[in-house]
């Protein structure tokens, strides 16, 4: 079945472009994207607004916690939420989004930036 909603497949293409050439994989058809690296977890997650629209979590989970949901121990970044107006200002927004979520990823990595 094809996507309904703008608002998701805007987002979908702009985290394509700006995430997933760094590693990040999409989980399903979610507005999640993670990094697993064994012991932590990072993850950049669109977060859906009441109304048209999405905002932006950044962090960590670390994975000797024996939790069976994702629980961010770093926050980095959230943002949000953005509003939906017509197509050409959600774009530039959810890219605006996307390119915050890959930057601050770094700063949730253990080390900062340099490290991980």
Known sequence: ???RSPVLRI???AARESLKPLGRARRGRSRLWID???WWLGAVEFTPSRIAGSG???GAMWLWHDVDHLA???DAVRVGPELF???DQFASLALELTTLGAIEFGACRPGGL???
């Open 114 to 116: 340099a490290g991980g």
């Open 56 to 58: 932006l979590c950044v």
């Open 36 to 38: 697993d690296h064994g």
């Open 11 to 13: 987002i979908s293409s």
């Open 1 to 3: 079945m094809a996507d």
């Open 85 to 87: 107006r017509n197509e």
């Open 72 to 74: 961010f121990h770093v």
